[in-house]
């Protein structure tokens, strides 16, 4: 099983607690799987060394080793491709599994990956995805502004970025960093392609306009878009006042000495009042050809569960079910031991965008730094002589091209 680097610090963590999750009546079995090693009394789980893309599964193949499970973080279709993916559809009927535990549109992102387009479930989601608007206090006390509230919109969070950007006593501020663009376009839930014939959509959907032109608004604040090699960061310089980043990002910051920081829930768009930054949640799957498929259904089961998820909680992980029990345990581990408290509880209460028909032709929103969506922005914000318009008809050529390539794969 390979792990989701966004997730990973936090899987340490959670090792000693996880072993006290009850075990599963199954014969001891031996499962390869790719986090530290946790121990079950009937299941050993080893670390597989290769990493989840065709070079590293191909790599496992040729030493002859089939990792039982796996972390979906990019999307199915290359597992299609390599002939991996197992629907846990049986598995959850065949063990009366109650997926009304996962909190509300969880389950259905998930569905809404098969790259069939059929609604099968090919990952239990054992990690939430959720975001949150981290701001540094001291920035906001220096220029004497209000710090940011829960529920406001892009627009205001524009408005309260351009009073905090801008130089003091030598040193240069930055007001807001989306962190991903993508994290703002995520909340619209929208497909950028037709998934029936592959059309790019990026100059009939508004929501593209409507996203980019939020950029175009941004790029304009005097003093935002600084193309010198100045270095601004939340943590390490400590001169940005506003980022959005992952919920377990809280620890993290939380551990950097002299930093006063917290947090609210991501800004809306008016028209998705309590929508958060949409994405699927780190999830764990079975591989097709794994030989001991029951055993690992098991241990995926056990992730999701109320003491695997009230674990994993703790150690820093945004818990998948409904439990508020789990939700007020968020990294507490790291709470217990730094005295401090944060404005959590609004970042669960973010609704997730209800996303339309999975499209195999993409663009497929990963958060990652190469997500299309991401790239296309990040260039945008640079080229202040490029309108709007312009710009969404050279992407719709740019990715037409990479549809046409993907048909004829096919």
């Known amino acids: ?28 079995s031996r499962l390869t799987i790719k986090i530290p090693e946790l121990k079950f009394p009937n299941i050993t789980l080893e670390q597989s060394e ?27 279709e290359m597992l299609k491709e390599l002939d991996m993916l197992e629907p846990l559809d049986p598995y959850i009927e065949k063990s009366n599994y109650d997926l009304s535990v996962f909190r509300d549109g969880v389950v259905e992102v998930q569905r809404a990956l098969d790259p069939d387009g059929t609604g099968l479930l090919y990952g239990l989601p054992i990690e939430g995805s959720q975001k949150a608007l981290y701001y540094n206090k001291s920035i906001f006390d220096k220029f004497g502004i209000d710090y940011p509230r829960d529920g406001m919109t892009w ?29 703002a376009f995520s909340q619209l839930g929208v497909n950028g392609t037709d998934p029936k014939n592959g059309e790019v959509l990026f100059t009939k959907e508004s929501a593209f306009k409507q996203f980019f032109e939020l950029l175009d608004r941004y790029r304009n604040i005097p003093g935002m878009i600084d ?43 008016p028209d998705h009042p309590d929508v958060g ?27 999701a569960s109320q003491d695997g998820q009230l674990a994993l909680s703790r150690a820093g992980s945004p818990p998948t079910i409904k439990s508020q029990e789990a939700a007020d345990q968020y990294a507490a581990l790291h709470m217990e031991e730094s005295g401090k408290q944060y404005n959590i509880d609004p970042v669960f209460e973010q609704k997730l965008a209800n996303i339309s028909t999975y499209s195999s032709y993409g663009p497929l929103i990963t ?3 190469d997500d299309f969506i991401n790239q296309k922005a990040r260039d945008f914000v640079k080229m202040p002589d490029k309108d709007v318009a312009t ?20």
């Not at 680097?5 to 009850?22: F, N, R, T, V």
């Not at 893309?53 to 999307?75: C, F, S």
């Not at 524009?158 to 240069?172: F, I, M, N, P, S």
Request: hydrophobic letters at 35%.
């Open 227 to 269: 193309t010198s090699d100045y270095k601004y960061s939340f943590s390490n310089e400590q001169n940005l006042a506003m980022y959005v980043g992952q919920l377990p990002h809280l620890p993290l910051n939380s551990a950097v000495e002299g930093l006063e920081f917290d947090m609210v829930s991501v800004p809306v768009w």
């Open 367 to 369: 958060f990652h730094y």
């Open 155 to 183: 627009d205001e969070t524009l408005e309260l970025a351009k009073q905090v950007t801008a130089e003091r006593d030598g040193v240069k501020y930055k007001g807001l960093s989306f962190g991903y663009y993508s994290h």
């Open 277 to 303: 930054p949409t994405a699927p949640s780190v999830s764990v799957s079975i591989n097709k050809h794994s030989k001991q498929k029951d055993a690992a259904w098991a241990v995926i089961a056990q992730f």
């Open 50 to 76: 290769a990493s989840l893309d065709p070079a590293g599964l191909q790599e496992l193949n040729a030493r002859g080793e089939i990792a039982d499970l796996y972390v979906m973080h990019e999307g199915y």
């Open 1 to 28: 099983m390979s792990r989701s680097s966004c997730s990973y610090h936090y899987w340490q963590d959670a090792a000693d607690k996880l072993q006290k999750i009850p075990p599963h009546p199954l014969n001891r």
């Open 391 to 410: 710009y969404l008809r050279e992407m719709k050529e740019e990715y037409t091209s990479v549809v046409k390539e993907m048909m004829a794969k096919k």
